[in-house]
T-cell receptor, first 112, second 114 residues
């Protein structure tokens, strides 16, 4: 079993829709959670960074962490065609000798 | 503030050759991590350097090596290239090592091995 599971998609939604992207994980020690957006042939761009449980909002993006269920989500409101990309979740224990673990990414396509 | 920079952006090599990739982190960041990204395997962690010392290592053969200089710039070397080494190599920087800080990626070096 992989430490981090992410549905690869592709996920197609109409412009203006609310998008929900999710990752599940098995290591209860994870404390730091990130979401990245990666356009084709580019490096990943950090969208959201959260510590422990709870919600964090930044513009049209909301990150949600549920440590009891080992489940994290990224919500995109009023989705735009420019949001079409692959979204990667990443998480870490953050204990000094640990590293970030990435999901395999979900491909999102927002249709105009 | 300048982001993470990587050079070169594209490389074409043949099997058996070696290659060196370079990464300059965000100013003030002292940790540099390297990743290999392929369509089949996704993002795989290679190693992380902090203060010129390797702090974490992924499950890659010894052909993959790296180093970090006193100015935090890092290089990654792959010797005896194989076809399977064709990938996007990404460098990421953060303030500290160990996964408690935001990590920012560079644009990557796309390596093609023929």
């Amino acid at each position: 079993q992989k430490e981090v599971e992410q549905d690869p998609g592709p996920l197609s939604v109409p412009e203006g829709a609310i998008v929900s992207l999710n990752c599940t994980y098995s290591n209860s020690a994870f404390q730091y959670f990130m979401w990245y957006r990666q356009y084709s042939r580019k490096g990943p761009e950090l969208l959201m960074y959260t510590y422990s449980s709870g919600n964090k909002e930044d513009g049209r993006f909301t990150a949600q962490v549920d440590k009891s269920s080992k489940y994290i989500s990224l919500f995109i409101r009023d989705s735009q065609p420019s949001d079409s990309a692959t979204y990667l979740c990443a998480m870490s224990v953050g204990s000094g000798t640990y590293k970030y673990i990435f999901g395999t990414g979900t491909r999102l396509k927002v249709l105009a | 503030k300048a982001g993470v920079t990587q050079t070169p952006r594209y490389l074409i090599k043949t099997r058996g050759q070696q290659v060196t990739l370079s990464c300059s982190p965000i100013s003030g960041h002292r940790s540099v991590s390297w990743y290999q990204q392929t369509p089949g395997q996704g993002l795989q962690f290679l190693f992380e350097y902090f203060s010129e010392t390797q702090r974490n290592k992924g499950n890659f053969p010894g052909r993959f090596s790296g180093r970090q200089f006193s100015n935090s710039r890092s290089e990654m070397n792959v010797s005896t290239l194989e076809l399977g080494d064709s990938a996007l190599y990404l460098c990421a920087s953060s303030l500290r090592f160990g996964g408690s800080d935001e990590q920012f990626f560079g644009p990557g070096t796309r390596l093609t091995v023929l």
